[in-house]
């Protein structure tokens, strides 16, 4: 089973930054079959990247995904208040789906 | 598209809970439907996927031997049955609009619904 590891656990980081969360698989992901996800408290996940690079509608620009095979990434370019979150990374595309224990960015 | 999950569920230990996930909006055939849950302060465990598609049914490891996915294509509901719950099943049961064909990237979700397990 792959196992996705997400990094830093913790991003601190002020508003206008730029976000650079890593998600890291223990196998190649084929098809680039990886998603990213921002949850805030007590709401449900919200889908911004599929396939790795491609933005779910409606997400602004400000959000990206990089990456392929194993190494993965989501930018934010410049952060917004609202982009105070935690994010998770979710490999899909077979029956052994997973996700990242998830990175929080937090306001400094 | 809009998912509407049934209401906190409250149960012993050794219980079984069924919680509901009503799809308005999308045809439903056309979409799988995925199972995640999240125990408090924790992250995203996926629980399973289900489509009416040749009636596929992939479980996650974890709850593979205590959960069972269904779906009503007449109501377009969904169903989550978790058996033999534990304290360590307590968590928010999300239901989200999947792929058919095979699971994919979750773009609609219900609120969620919390199940407590507690004596």
């Known amino acids: 089973e792959i196992v996705l590891t997400q990094s830093p656990g913790t991003l601190s980081l002020s508003p206008g930054e730029r976000a650079a969360l890593s998600c890291r698989a223990s196998?190649?992901?084929?098809?680039?079959?990886l998603a990213w996800y921002q949850q805030k408290p007590g709401q449900a996940p919200r889908l911004l990247i599929v396939?790795?690079?491609n933005r779910a509608r409606g997400i602004p620009d400000r959000f990206s995904g990089s990456g392929s095979g194993t190494d993965f990434t989501l930018t934010i370019s410049r952060l917004e208040p609202e982009d105070f979150a935690v994010y998770y990374c979710?490999?899909?595309?077979?029956?052994?789906?997973?996700f990242g224990q998830g990175t929080k960015v937090e306001i400094k | 598209a809009q998912l509407v999950q049934s209401g906190t569920e409250v149960k012993k230990p050794g219980a079984s809970v069924k919680v509901s996930c009503k799809a308005s909006?999308?045809?439903?055939?056309?979409?799988?439907i995925t199972w995640v849950r999240q125990a408090p302060g924790q992250g995203l465990e996926w629980m399973g996927w289900?489509?009416?598609?040749?009636?596929?049914?992939y479980y996650g490891q974890k709850v593979q031997d205590r959960v069972t996915l269904t779906i009503d294509t007449s109501t377009t509901t969904a169903y989550m049955e978790l058996r033999s719950l534990r304290s360590d099943d307590t968590a928010v049961y999300y239901c989200?609009?999947?792929?058919?064909?095979?699971?994919?990237?979750?773009?609609?979700w219900g609120q969620g619904t919390l199940v407590t397990v507690s004596s």
């Open positions: 989200a609009r999947d792929g058919l064909v095979v699971p994919a990237a979750l773009d609609n």
């Open positions: 909006g999308y045809s439903f055939s056309n979409y799988g």
């Open positions: 289900i489509s009416d598609y040749k009636g596929n049914t």
């Open positions: 196998q190649r992901i084929a098809s680039s079959y």
């Open positions: 396939g790795a690079s």
């Open positions: 979710h490999k899909y595309g077979n029956s052994r789906v997973t």
